[in-house]
């Protein structure tokens, strides 16, 4: 028997149909550990080409390293039919998606897209929001709604900023607060969005020329591993801010404080070369074991070293995530040691 919600001629199902690295696991108790529906908007200007579902599968899963996209369902403001925005349909609600850390077993993920600090709800976006969780509640699928930073750990998330609670009663945009002010946009500033990581700045500023290691080079207080949305890094004068010195580059690679091995190193792997990647990890602060001895640095390639190296991969070669040492994660370990002064 189908859920009401799976009923709404605005529905689209897309299951299965978007890009994917594996799939989400089940939710320990099926459809009946929803407890909350959590409210997001993809923060992604509605007019940007970038604001569609097939590119937030590729950032979800390319970038990330996620299994699938984050959300269970997205509201397409930009594609309207009869008067409603279109809903799709992405991962099954059986299964726990990523979109809200250690809640995602008990939430439900649903996206508006937009970047509702600045974009406005209109009516048909509205409508489908209402016909969406009214059906979910004729379903009985989760007793609460959330938005994402009412959700514990995510007070500093600008997700959403509309107000769900609003959108649930009101019939016409016209009743809604008209939109806010743009942030004012300081020259030369990037304001840190939701998902960003150095490497997808880079890559959408790359016509430029800019590099994941100028933006460290120009940003020497900001940990890559820890951006937050809202937080503001220096970018309009961070091209070339990362210029290896020539006499660097002439330095034969046993002057290195942390000369780097050559090959490919993954599990099982045994020995000095072991050792040295872990010594450079350790030195960028990717700890094999943080509270082991040698912080983990024991010429054994186990899961620790593994570990590490899937974190380190996630910030600085995102498309290459596979906890395996080659060539691609050589060069940009190399770099980091640089930026870092060794
Ligand atoms: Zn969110």
Redesign the pocket.
Same mark, same amino acid.
């Given at each position: 028997m189908a859920y009401a919600f799976e009923k709404l001629p605005q529905l689209v199902d897309k299951r299965g149909k978007l890009v994917h690295n594996g799939w989400y696991g089940k939710r320990k108790n099926g459809i009946a550990s929803i407890t909350t529906r959590v409210w *997001?908007h993809s923060l992604t200007k509605l007019s940007a080409g970038g604001s569609k579902i097939e590119s937030f599968a590729d950032f979800h899963v390319r970038t990330n390293g996620w299994p699938e996209i984050a959300y269970h369902l997205i509201i397409d403001p930009k594609h309207v039919v009869n008067g409603k925005a279109t809903i799709y349909y992405c991962v099954d609600i059986s299964k726990r998606s990523y *979109?809200v850390g250690n809640s995602n077993t008990i939430s439900l993920g649903i996206c508006v897209i937009g970047d509702y600090r600045t974009d406005q709800l209109d009516t048909p976006t509205l409508k489908s929001i209402q016909d969406l969780h009214a059906a979910l509640i004729k379903d009985g699928i989760g007793k609460y709604d959330k938005a *994402?930073n009412e959700m514990p750990g995510y007070s500093w998330?600008d @997700? @959403?900023v509309y107000s769900y609670q609003k959108a649930f009663k009101e019939t016409s945009a016209d009743n809604l607060p008209v939109k806010g002010t743009e942030p004012e946009e300081v020259p030369g500033l990037y304001t840190i969005q939701?998902g960003d990581t150095f490497w997808s700045i880079a890559l959408k500023e790359k016509k430029d020329g800019l590099t994941v290691e100028d933006l460290i080079a120009a940003n020497p207080d900001v940990k890559p591993t820890e951006l937050k949305v809202g937080q503001t890094i220096k970018l309009g004068a961070a091209k070339n801010n990362y210029r290896p010195m020539p006499e660097m580059s002439k330095k034969p690679e046993s002057a290195y404080q942390y000369p780097l091995p050559s090959g490919v190193l993954k599990k099982g792997t045994r020995g000095d070369s072991v050792s040295q990647l872990q010594k450079a990890l350790a030195a960028v602060h990717f700890y094999p074991n943080k509270n082991a001895k040698n912080q983990g640095v024991d010429g054994i390639f186990g899961i620790d070293t593994e570990n590490a190296l899937r974190r380190f991969q996630m910030v600085y070669v995102p498309y290459q995530v596979d906890g395996v040492y080659g060539p691609n994660t050589k060069e940009k370990l190399q770099a980091v040691l640089k930026s870092k002064g060794y």
């Open positions: *997001h *979109h *994402h998330k @997700c @959403c939701e």
